[in-house]
């Protein structure tokens, strides 16, 4: 019966997290409301509250529920310049593979969302950076560094090499959309040019 209950628990709040995260994308946090959230979730306001003691703990909460998402990024990194992979195709595949990810609208309305509350919650933004894109930064600079001499030239600071890499990549096409909205602007292939282009400018750079 304990175990009955507490899946039905975690299943509503699930619920409202999921309803946060839709309310808070589409309206802000000074737009959105615990009783739209309450509405979405299918459950009652005080079912919220029992969950979450007030908006600013449930906005937190749905903020860092997301660095798993953006810490995924890593894997990509991992996935793609393996040992014995021809490094240039890796890099096109990590590059095309990691502007995909990052292009995704929710994930942009969520980097819209972050830059926006930035003053309001400086703490909570500062850490969904370091736990989310920041930990995929330090694996590409990790496996840069394991690359020096096999492929790329040794570097005296990797991680300085994987803020070029991922500049070349987001610089054009997330700032447009940071500014412009939406994120359609931007076909498959539009986005696989810029990944390749990226990959090639990186290995004329770096190259060994």
């Known amino acids: 019966m304990a175990a009955e209950e507490d ?3 975690a299943r509503k709040r699930r619920q409202i997290l999921d309803a946060a995260h839709a309310v808070f994308l589409r309206n802000g946090y000074v737009g ?3 009783d739209e959230v309450a509405a979405i979730a299918s459950v009652s306001k005080q079912t919220v509250y029992k969950h979450f003691s007030d908006k600013e703990q449930l906005f937190t909460t749905i903020i860092l529920d997301t660095t798993d998402q953006i810490a995924g990024l ?3 990194v991992t996935a793609s310049l393996e040992d ?3 490094l240039d195709e890796g890099l096109r595949k990590l590059a095309r593979a990691f502007l995909g990810a990052l292009m995704q609208p929710d994930v ?3 980097r819209r969302l972050i830059i926006a509350e930035a003053d309001r919650f400086p703490d909570l933004g500062r850490t969904w950076y370091q736990q989310g894109f920041e930990r995929s930064l330090q694996t590409l600079a990790t496996a840069f560094g394991r690359l020096a001499g096999h492929g790329l030239r040794p570097m005296d600071d990797p991680q300085l090499a994987a803020d070029h890499f991922v500049g070349l990549l987001l610089w054009i096409p997330v700032n447009k959309v940071m500014f412009s909205g939406g994120g359609d602007h931007y076909t498959e292939a539009d986005l696989d040019r810029i990944a390749d282009a990226a990959a ?3 290995l004329r750079a770096y190259g060994g």
Request: glycine content about 12%; hydrophobic content about 45%.
């Open 200 to 202: 090639e400018a990186f």
């Open 84 to 86: 014995g992979h021809d």
């Open 7 to 9: 899946g039905r628990t």
């Open 108 to 110: 942009l309305r969520l």
């Open 74 to 76: 890593a894997k990509l």
């Open 32 to 34: 959105a409301s615990m």
